[in-house]
């Protein structure tokens, strides 16, 4: 199954792995390419050193295309990346931050960039300053959210219809009827994130993992909703949390002071659910097994041609 | 094009007009029966007797299937029912209560009783009852909304996983693609609300309709999100509401002060874009003309086809 997505990264189904903080290593993203999909190495919660050693060990354990994700709003981003070009990756998805901001770093180097956005203004700006495609996120997804609540079924079509480049479909993913949905709003390739959060070769803690099996379709929250909104499991902190903005409302600086202190480490690589913060999306509800990476592409790709067969003989 | 839904009503397409305050009178119910599909009397803006009205007119103009809504939660129900079940209306949409609070006087009249859901337990709970179908509705849309928040990508696919009645998906639906998206997910039918409160046949005031011709994807918003969520366009009124919503909290008694004051009527029927709610779903970026009724139905269906086509030959 080929579409400009596929063409565009060379690869060979257009399921694309989420670059996701405390989860998304060499392992997971070299099992995502070896099993013909985009791995993606999140750098979201790497300092330089330590993403330079996942970007070579992703080089040594897999010989298909690869990616990286950076949050462009670093600090260190000018470290992440001469990391990135100096290890000759080919594959750039950017996000949280204008997206015109370091592309001709990339652009110079040789890199398809990607850039991560949530409503239909963002991503005509992807496309003004040169991106090669867009990854439209809707609020289903799990981790950092547009702040305008736009969801995936309603996001995707716009974006299709404004702009000319590919457009890669985020946010509610999980299986071959998801997916199936996705390119019937025209999208030409789906980012997967919390199903591959809950596979073997995920960094993540084995309770973190477990929680996302256990997790029912209510049973995600969005907080910090009017600053940085943040989609995680409900557990005690998060309701903490959710209780003081409703109550009180929310400030930035008392953000910062609830959201800075380690809680994705603390929920998503220490497994701590009563105080951290277990980042997943509302399609939780959808997964029901700890698999390997392998196992979700193949199991998405027979999942897509059965629904597919099933809706074209209705 | 058959599914159990259509079987169920008697219908020849599977597109359903969700009932909608000051949007859905007999006009509208009767020219989408008249289309093939299935038209929807909203009480939820009438009395009694104006519903007797228009149910009556509805019967008159149109010689197929067509249903009422109602929300269970209304002081003078007894009323609204007696007047449906003396008017042989076969077809009965309930909202906004537990599904098995009246069932019995429905089912004793020989009536097809529909429950909108927004979480698999409420699912679960109107086939328990004795429900024929759910109709499922996700956070995008206009108008009254769930607690949970679940979008309709995430929600169609856990309910058709949880229930054996047919599912029929609402919630950003307005146009081909994204009804293709909900019967890959596994729906029977759409309900679409926004669309077809844009229509010629809606008793919507002009400029609520050319509101919705005009809005683009991030223009609603969704306030009273812990009490009685309701998503409309952003206005001054809304922006004042979501001001002091994040701000302060909102208390139920305070939203009574704020939405009660015929704020709905405001809005839609008299078209005032100052101080009214004009509701309406996340898929008005996707409206782009006020047309008939059977257009809708037509185009719709015209898209549908040629996008599962290309589907079919990717």
Redesign the interface.
């Known amino acids: ?1 080929t ?1 400009r997505v596929t063409d565009l990264f060379n690869i060979q189904v257009p399921i694309i792995q989420a670059g996701m903080v405390w989860v998304s290593g060499w392992k997971l993203a070299s099992a995502v390419s070896n099993a013909g999909g985009l791995g993606i190495v999140g750098a979201g919660s790497m300092k330089s050193e330590l993403l330079l050693e996942h970007l070579q060990k992703t080089s040594s354990a897999t010989s298909h295309p690869f990616g990286v994700n950076i949050p462009l709003l670093r600090g260190d981003i000018g470290d992440l990346i001469n990391v990135i070009i100096s290890q000759n990756v080919k594959i750039v998805f950017t996000s949280a931050g204008h997206p015109g901001r370091h592309i001709e770093k990339f652009k110079n180097a040789g890199c398809v960039v990607v850039h991560v956005v949530a ?3 963002q991503a005509l700006k992807a496309q003004e300053v040169g991106c090669d495609a867009v990854a439209a996120e ?3 997804a799990g981790g950092h959210n547009g702040l ?8 995707i ?2 974006i299709v219809d404004a702009v000319k480049i590919p457009v890669i479909a985020a ?3 999980a ?1 071959g ?2 997916m ?7 999208a030409e390739a789906v980012q997967v994130g919390t199903r591959f959060a809950a596979t073997i070769e995920s960094s993540a803690h084995e309770i973190y993992k477990q929680k996302i099996v256990d997790a ?3 049973d995600t929250i ?1 907080t910090y ?2 600053i940085l909104p943040v989609r995680a499991l409900k557990n005690p902190f998060m309701e903490q949390v959710q209780k003081e903005e ?5 400030t930035r600086e008392r953000m910062m002071e609830l959201h800075a202190k380690g809680r994705e480490r603390k929920g998503i690589f220490e497994g701590n659910w009563e105080e951290g913060e277990m980042e997943m ?3 939780s ?2 997964v029901h097994d700890i698999i390997s990476a392998a196992d979700v592409v193949n199991r998405m790709m027979n999942e897509f041609e059965s ?2 067969k099933k ?2 003989t ?1």
């Open positions: 199954m579409t409503n239909v203004k809707g609020f289903e305008e609540e736009i969801t995936t079924l309603s996001l079509p716009q946010g509610g993913i299986d009827r998801t199936l949905a996705a390119f019937a709003l025209g029912k379709d209510g969005l909703r009017n409703t109550q009180k409302g929310m999306g509302q399609s509800g959808l629904a597919r809706l074209s209705m």
